[in-house]
C-alpha cells in the first residue's frame, strides 16, 4: 500500500490554543487527500478534504494545507476545545482508488 | 446525508467459528465500499475494496479465504470472518463511497470482534 506518515504521534495543546496536526505523504501521485477525526471506540469521521489542485481550503474551525512541493499536509484547528480530543487520520488517494491512511495524531486538549 | 451504518457493533465468538459483519449505505448507493482492520493505538489498515456486483480485491498479505467479502447490492456489503482464531480479533470497519469521482469516504462505527 502507500505510505501516508504523520511527524508527531501526540500533541496536547490548552484550550482555546490553536492546533496544528501534520501529515506527510509519499505517493506524488495521490490528488484528493482528507482528514479524518476518530474517538475512541468509534469509525472515522470526516473534518474536511483537498484536493491537489488546491492549497488550501477552510472549514468551520479547521484549515487543511496543501504543500505538493514537499508532499506535507497539515490540518489546523482554530480555539481548540475539549471536544477536539480525538486521534486524527490524514488519508490519501489517487483518483478514487485505494484510500490509504497515515499513523495518526493523538490530539489531547487539556481544559 | 452518507449515513453508513455497521452490524453489530461488537461481537464475542469462540475460535473455530465464524462471524459476519454487515456494512450498510443508507441514504447514497455506494459503489465502492472498503473494509479496514484497526489494532489498538493504531491506523486503519485497508484488507479490501469491493465494487458491488464484482469480486472484491484484496490487499496483499491478506487472506482472502478467510476474510470473505460480499458486495451484492449497492447498499449492502458483508465480511465474514471464518474460522476466527484469537489473533483475528480487532476493530473492523467498513467504509463506502458513491459513484462520484472523489467522494470521500463515509465511515461506519466499526464491530469490536472478540476471539475467546
Known amino acids: 500500500g502507500e505510505s501516508v506518515g504523520l511527524h508527531l504521534p501526540t500533541l496536547s495543546v490548552q484550550e482555546g490554543d490553536n492546533s496544528i496536526i501534520n501529515c506527510a505523504y509519499s505517493?506524488?501521485?495521490?490528488?484528493?487527500f482528507i482528514w479524518y477525526k476518530q474517538e475512541s471506540g468509534k469509525g472515522p469521521q470526516f473534518i474536511i478534504d483537498?484536493?491537489?489542485?488546491?492549497d488550501k481550503r477552510q472549514g468551520q474551525r479547521v484549515t487543511v494545507l496543501l504543500n505538493k512541493t514537499v508532499k506535507h499536509l497539515s490540518l489546523q484547528i482554530a480555539a481548540t476545545q475539549p471536544g477536539d480530543s480525538a486521534v486524527y487520520f490524514c488519508?490519501?488517494?489517487?483518483?478514487?482508488?485505494?484510500?490509504?491512511f497515515g499513523t495518526g495524531t493523538s490530539l489531547t486538549v487539556i481544559p | 446525508g452518507a449515513v453508513v451504518s455497521q452490524h453489530p457493533s461488537w461481537v464475542i465468538c469462540k475460535s473455530g467459528t465464524s462471524v459476519k459483519i454487515e456494512c450498510r449505505s443508507l441514504?447514497?448507493?455506494?459503489?465502492?465500499m472498503f473494509w479496514y482492520r484497526q489494532f489498538p493505538k493504531q491506523s486503519l489498515m485497508l484488507m479490501a475494496t469491493?465494487?458491488?456486483?464484482?469480486?472484491?480485491?484484496?490487499e496483499q498479505g491478506v487472506e482472502k479465504d478467510k476474510f470473505l467479502i460480499n458486495h451484492a447490492s449497492l447498499t449492502l456489503s458483508t465480511l465474514t470472518v471464518t474460522s476466527a482464531h484469537p489473533e483475528d480479533s480487532s476493530f473492523y470497519i467498513c467504509?463506502?463511497?458513491?459513484?462520484?469521482?472523489?467522494?470521500?469516504?463515509?465511515f461506519g462505527n466499526g464491530t469490536r470482534l472478540t476471539v475467546t
Open positions: 467504509s463506502a463511497r458513491g459513484r462520484w469521482d472523489n467522494s470521500p469516504l463515509h
Open positions: 483537498i484536493r491537489s489542485n488546491m
Open positions: 469491493s465494487n458491488e456486483g464484482s469480486k472484491a480485491t484484496y
Open positions: 488519508a490519501e488517494t489517487n483518483t478514487g482508488n485505494q484510500f490509504y
Open positions: 441514504d447514497f448507493q455506494a459503489t465502492t
Open positions: 505517493n506524488s501521485a495521490s490528488d484528493y
